[in-house]
């Protein structure tokens, strides 16, 4: 039942990301996607999903997650190109929201698929090669895997269209930020998502 939770929550952090990343945002002088926050989760997830199930089973959610981002942005995409009643006045605003251009899906796409799975091997290595300090082997694997994931989405996105470095820089400091305040959660989610022991049949 834990691991069912996890995964659903990490799903559904990704998608509501993907949704709500066309409005940029301002924090403190930072400028980033309006999922950054809900998107950072994410890598403190996979790593929890990583603990429960295992470096295989994490890859298996990373690559459920990518088809069901794949879904959403095809399926997005259809219904802003599809005609709509002549009465329907939103559908500027629903195309802004939902029509990314192809591009910005993906670098999305290839920034999600390939720092998540950076951030299970690196994860899984320190948890068996290491063992101790599981705070110290969140904290590598989202340093290392969320920087990762704003240099290769704003490098595709971006290049050529706007500063690069301030876009990168504005996105790891608010995601590893998220993260140093997500590490509890490791801790917490351990002792109250942990499967029930199985007992023999009476």
Request: hydrophobic content about 55%; glycine content about 6%; proline content about 5%.
């Amino acid at each position: 039942m834990g691991a069912t939770i996890l995964i659903a929550l990490y799903v559904a952090c990704e998608l509501i990301a993907n949704v709500t990343a066309s409005k940029p945002i301002a924090v403190l002088g930072f400028v980033a996607p309006g999922g950054v926050f809900i998107y950072a989760l994410t890598f403190t997830l996979i790593d929890l999903i990583n603990e429960s199930m295992g470096k295989v089973g994490a890859r298996r959610v990373v690559y459920a997650a990518f088809v069901a981002n794949v879904l959403l942005a095809l399926y997005a995409g259809l219904m802003v190109t599809l005609p709509a009643p002549a009465y329907y006045i939103g559908q500027a605003s629903y195309a802004a929201v939902l029509g990314s251009t192809p591009r910005i899906v993906l670098a999305s796409l290839t920034a999600y698929v390939v720092s998540s799975l950076m951030d299970v091997e690196i994860f899984a290595w320190w948890k068996e090669r290491v063992g101790r300090y599981r705070w110290a082997r969140v904290m590598v694997s989202n340093a290392v895997s969320t920087f990762v994931d704003s240099v290769v989405f704003v490098g595709i996105a971006f290049a050529g269209v706007l500063p690069l470095l301030p876009l990168i820089a504005g996105q790891y400091v608010i995601k590893m930020t998220i993260t140093v305040v997500s590490i509890p959660l490791i801790y917490l989610a351990r002792n109250t998502l942990r499967e029930p022991a199985s007992h023999p049949p009476t």
